[in-house]
């Protein structure tokens, strides 16, 4: 993929979430436009609560300022293999922190979790098969698509550099031909989860990765200023999707990166 990776920063995460705000309705209003949905993916951590600071914000009745929630398919860029009420499980992460928010008025988006039935029988890969069947048949039969095409995947950035449930150095990075993998042995507990693959990731319209805080920039440093970062999960990610990729970080998070940073959309 050509070009580079674009890196926002700004004063503080109340500015961050108002641009982020931006870039979620640029990004659903043109899925829209291009096929009447917007699928996205998230994953876990922190990002959904800077999802709900940006999208539950209250609009000005806009097209450009309108959140349409009918017309989100929400997926999940990795799940811990956990009960939806666990306290380690994304979705549930995802539905205190924004999906059990939403005004009526706003619509509701359409929610794919994984299988609760299959988490029982506590096999990984049955779960990813599983959840790359509910990929198939939201995108299309595998036989016909190579890979799926999210419009947007959200993500985070671990202080390893890793991303989703993808880590550094695991042989799940060279993962070619799955959708979804499964991780039976996570660096970070819980050990079992599973993932979308490094493909699919590259593969989507648009990238978004949402880090805040000084504890990140030490990462961050190392992903945008060395030879060594670009190897990591996340600097895979900027490698192989390059300008497709857009970073939204607070100030606190980017202090001494020498990669050029920009103050606005």
């Not at 982020?20 to 990004?27: A, D, H, S, V």
């Not at 359409?110 to 790359?132: F, G, M, N, S, W």
């Not at 079992?192 to 990140?216: C, D, M, Q, W």
Request: hydrophobic share 35%; net charge negative; with cysteine.
């Amino acid at each position: 993929m050509s070009g580079s990776p674009s890196l926002y920063s700004f004063p503080d995460t109340d500015d961050l979430a108002r641009q982020l705000r931006t870039y979620l309705i640029q990004n659903q209003n043109s899925s829209i436009d291009r096929h009447d949905v917007f699928r996205v993916a998230v994953s876990g951590g922190s990002l959904p609560k800077v999802l709900a600071e940006s999208l539950l914000l209250p609009g000005n009745g806009s097209k450009e300022d309108t959140v349409r929630f009918s017309k989100w398919h929400i997926f999940f860029a990795d799940e811990r293999c956990v009960p939806h009420n666990h306290p380690d499980s994304n979705y549930r992460l995802l539905k205190d922190e924004l999906l059990s928010k939403i005004p009526p008025e706003m619509g509701a988006p359409t929610v794919h979790p994984i299988d609760e039935k299959i988490v029982e029988q506590d096999d990984p890969q049955e779960l990813a098969d599983a959840y790359q069947e509910e990929l198939t048949r939201d995108f299309a039969a595998k036989e016909t698509v190579k890979l799926p095409i999210f419009d947007l995947i959200l993500l985070g950035c671990g202080p390893d550099g890793h991303t989703c449930s993808l880590f550094p150095g695991h042989e799940l990075l060279r993962e070619k031909d799955a959708w979804v993998a499964a991780e039976t042995n996570s660096p970070k507990p819980p050990p079992k989860r599973i993932t979308l693959t490094l493909p699919v990731v590259t593969h989507a319209i648009s990238i978004a990765f949402v880090v805040a805080g000084e504890g990140k920039k030490v990462i961050l440093k190392k992903i945008f200023d060395t030879e060594e970062g670009k190897s990591l999960p996340s600097g895979l990610v900027n490698a192989g999707a390059g300008s497709k990729v857009s970073w939204f970080t607070d100030a606190s998070a980017v202090v001494g990166i020498l990669f050029p940073k920009q103050g606005s959309l």
